[in-house]
């Protein structure tokens, strides 16, 4: 990788995290602020950053642009959509898809509760495997081998009071996961949400995304939301289905 493509990288990867001035992109760099004002220009001639005012920069237009045209790319997200939004109607609940990319789980498609307290999420957002009904899910597909090195690797930041935060217990429960067929997030993530999820599966049967049901405590408690199981596993099935999965009993 070039060098300028690399601290192109690096600026724009700064500026993920909201609008910055010259100043502050050349320390987060770490090269003089000429150079880094020639990268701004050429990112800027592209749209892939904006000029906020005379001194700071933000993300531009272009890069929303291809994060959207990635998103459409992954067929799962097209082939659920419908499903999702029937559930999210039938439930009242919000709901996720999710998909794995490394050592976290990334949102690529949502659709809002209709209660009137409301998940703050966004598509494209990141979480860890560890703490979430969807990271479970989609590990609880490996094999028994894999599951115990992506286990072993993984950092368990406890976020709440509730998080598993040793290997042991992660494979215990990826076990659990596997024989039930859903996973579930007891204040895990966030200490004030409760949430379930299944798998979705792809033509040879391995599970490729996650669809989660999320509830605030103060509007639904666990066994409520754990009503939902049956419901949600059949529309994963169905969008499994639609994907080139075939049921062993079909």
């Known amino acids: 990788m070039s060098q300028s493509l690399r601290r192109g990288l690096a600026l724009l990867t700064e500026l993920a995290d909201g609008p910055r001035n010259l100043d502050q992109l050349a320390e987060a760099v770490g090269v003089h602020k000429s150079t880094v004002m020639r990268l701004l220009r050429s990112l800027e001639a592209d749209r892939f950053v904006k000029r906020s005012d005379v001194y700071r920069y933000r993300l531009g237009s272009a890069l929303f642009e291809l994060a959207n045209r990635a998103l459409d790319g992954i067929d799962v997200r097209d082939t659920a959509r419908s499903h999702l939004l029937e559930l999210g109607e039938s439930t009242g609940h919000t709901v996720h898809l999710a998909v794995r990319e490394d050592d976290q789980v990334v949102y690529v498609d949502k659709v809002d509760s209709t209660h009137a307290v409301r998940m703050y999420s966004r598509i494209g957002a990141r979480a860890p495997l560890h703490c979430t009904a969807v990271g479970k899910v989609l590990l609880s597909g490996l094999d028994e081998s894999a599951r115990g090195e992506v286990a072993a690797a993984l950092d368990y930041p406890a976020l709440t009071d509730n998080t598993i935060t040793e290997p ?51 509007l639904f408690d666990f066994d409520e939301l754990l009503g939902s199981t049956g419901e949600l596993s059949r529309v994963c099935d169905r969008v499994s289905v639609e994907l080139g999965w075939q049921p062993p009993d079909s």
């Open 168 to 218: 042991e217990r992660f494979l215990d429960e990826l076990d659990r996961v596997s024989r039930s067929g859903y996973a579930v997030d007891r204040g895990e993530h966030e200490d004030f949400v409760h949430c379930i999820a299944a798998g979705v599966r792809d033509p040879r049967g391995e599970i490729v995304a996650a669809v989660s049901l999320s509830a605030p405590k103060v």
